[in-house]
């Protein structure tokens, strides 16, 4: 159950647009459209932001967008805002009937 | 609204027990899967186990297979993990949510509680 491989950090400025990327393999991200994202600012609990690759979750800005490419994920913010300063996670189930997260990807905003 | 509030967190000693808790409310708890997650001080978030609706199925990460157990009680919309012979990497902030889980769903934690801190030290 290797973590899924993400950025440590990426950063943008405000307005922007920034990408991260989530790379699994076969047995997980390629193999299933279970791959979700989650927010998480400092000492704050984790935040559902996409599922399902591409679904976003009533409530979240439609700024925030997923998609997949074989064993890898995407996850976009578009039109970047201070406030989506945080770290991200991806995650996805895995054929061994787990779910397996992302190291994490810390993103700055400029 | 949904609330999940953990508790039970502590300081134990490496190969001792800790039973975490999970109350929820705002929603009906016997209808939805549940997951444990845990972060380690400074570190990514680790999926730890989930546990089906009606108790019947679970998984476990192979970090804690064998040592933890989750369980729930319907009808005390409380979920458990109980943690055996602990060592110190499983030093972290214990995340209860809810969530769904295949093969009857997708795989998703869409409500989090706060974490509860376990830190195994001697």
């Known amino acids: 159950q290797s973590a899924l491989t993400q950025p440590a950090s990426v950063s943008g400025s405000p307005g922007q647009s920034i990408t991260i990327s989530c790379t699994g393999t076969s047995s997980d991200v390629g193999g299933y459209n279970y791959v979700s994202w989650y927010q998480q600012h400092p000492g704050k609990a984790p935040k559902l932001m996409i599922y399902?690759?591409?679904d976003r979750p009533l409530g979240v800005s439609h700024r925030f967008s997923g998609s997949k490419s074989g064993n890898t994920a995407s996850l976009t913010i578009s039109g970047l805002q201070a406030e989506d300063e945080a770290d991200y996670y991806c995650?996805?189930?895995?054929?061994?009937?787990?779910?397996?997260f992302g190291g994490g990807t810390k993103l700055t905003v400029l | 609204q949904v609330q999940l509030v953990e508790s039970g967190g502590g300081v134990v000693q490496p190969g001792r027990s800790l039973r975490l808790s999970c109350a929820a409310s705002g929603f009906t708890f016997s209808s939805y899967t549940m997951h444990w997650v845990r972060q380690a001080p400074g570190k990514g978030l680790q999926w730890v186990a989930v546990?089906?609706?009606?108790?019947?199925?679970?998984y476990y990460a192979d970090s804690v297979k064998g040592r933890f157990t989750i369980s729930r009680d319907n009808s005390k919309n409380t979920l458990y993990l109980q943690m055996n012979s602990q060592t110190t990497e499983d030093t972290a902030v214990y995340y209860c949510a809810r969530g769904t889980f295949p093969p009857f769903s997708n795989a998703l934690c869409d409500y989090w509680g706060q974490g509860t801190l376990v830190t195994v030290s001697s």
């Open positions: 546990i089906s609706y009606d108790g019947n199925n679970k």
């Open positions: 399902d690759v591409t």
């Open positions: 995650s996805s189930y895995t054929s061994s009937n787990t779910l397996v």
